[in-house]
């Protein structure tokens, strides 16, 4: 009689594994899943604002060309030197 | 009658020009806030620096400040309307080459022996700035350098902000970098051209009148130290990781805006023979001082006041 309790309960744990078994595998397969979809979302291309270009140096043909420097007159004394720095 | 200030900033010399002399009180104020702001963005050389953070982090998405945001950006163009000539990814090649630390201090060091750096070209194309994000991933090793673009940028936007809110002519430099906006004197606002920034005023040299945009000058010969492979300087050239040893000296050019005067000048001294076309392509008026002295213009650089001491 108690063999039969002892195979009965043996059998029965043994199912219980097996259940528990599955449906952690199961649940791994849901985490797995869910891991590999989330980085999909970081694949996408960056939003990078289309900034106008500050340095506007030969941006267009049709741009004006600034101004060239005139020469200084004679009798005005320079306020600043350009030069290397 | 224009009233003067200047005083020490960026390891140079900041001069305020003002064609109002009841102006100068406000935009003395004006400018030395905008100079503090930008040095504590964009100095390579203070621990504090946003930018010393940001090079700290290579390899690692960083948020910016709208501040430093604008500057690297204006580096970004700079590199790509120069295809990489003017390349702000170089402040390893410049580390190596001595200059590591502020100026004087690496003017006053006992000579440097010089490292060499694995060289890959074209790294700030993989630099990416998200402006609205205001976020900045940087490949790993890579140190960004400023130093071809803050300065002018800086000198725009204070020569603009000084003269909308006082309504006086106004002139920046900063290190010989010159912006000018508001209404110029009557003859405009005279420079002396030189190999440096800080040359007498009274002193010889070419004299041009400049009315509006900026001007600025890069020099091989100023900002330059002895180390075991001879005298370094600043202005790196991208193709060889090490400085520039093209025939030019000193290149000057006036353009729409400082900024892109100093994109000019740089990128001039770094292409060497093939400047000159470069330049008459891109609308811009230059002149160049060749190692040997001699000096060249572009078709509408004017023939100008030469005054010998």
Partial sequence: MSTGVALLAAAALTGAFTALAAASTHAKKIVRRLETRRPAAHRLAPVVAPAPPLVQLGSSSAAPRPAAPAPAPATAPPVVASGGS | ?309
């Fill in chain 2, 1 to 309: 009658m224009t009233t003067t200030v200047s005083f020490p900033a960026f390891g140079t010399t900041a001069v305020l020009v003002v064609a109002d002399p009841d102006a100068v009180t406000t935009a003395a104020s004006l400018l030395r806030r905008r100079l503090r702001r930008v040095d504590h963005a964009c100095s390579r050389f203070r621990d504090d620096s946003e930018l010393v953070a940001v090079n700290r982090r290579s390899g690692e998405p960083v948020e910016l400040s709208a501040e430093l945001c604008g500057f690297v950006r204006a580096a970004l163009d700079a590199a790509h309307v120069t295809d990489g000539l003017v390349d702000p990814a170089l402040g390893t090649e410049l580390r190596a080459a001595g200059y590591d630390r502020t100026f004087a201090l690496v003017a006053a060091r006992d000579g440097w022996r010089v490292r060499t750096v694995e060289r890959r070209r074209g790294l700030w194309r993989d630099i990416e700035l998200d402006d609205v994000r205001r976020t900045l991933h940087v490949p790993r090793g890579v140190e960004l350098d400023l130093g071809a673009t803050a300065k002018a940028r800086t000198a725009d936007l204070a020569a603009r902000a000084i003269a909308e809110a006082t309504g006086s002519g106004t002139l920046v430099s900063l290190g010989g970098d010159v912006a000018v906006a508001g209404a110029a004197p009557v003859g405009g606002w005279t420079v002396l051209l030189s190999d440096h920034h800080d040359a007498s005023l009274d002193g010889p040299g070419e004299r041009i009148a400049l009315f509006e945009g900026g001007l600025a000058t890069s020099s091989t010969s100023a900002r330059s130290w002895p180390t075991d492979s001879g005298r370094m300087h600043h202005v790196i050239d991208p193709r060889t990781g090490v400085p520039a040893a093209g025939m030019w000296r000193t290149v000057t050019v006036a353009a729409a805006s400082c900024l892109d005067a100093n994109v000019a000048s740089t990128a001039a001294l770094v292409l060497g023979a093939d400047a000159l076309s470069w330049l008459e392509r891109r609308n811009v008026h230059a002149r160049l001082v060749a190692r040997t002295g001699a000096v060249m213009g572009t078709r509408d650089w004017p023939v100008a006041l030469e005054c010998s001491a």
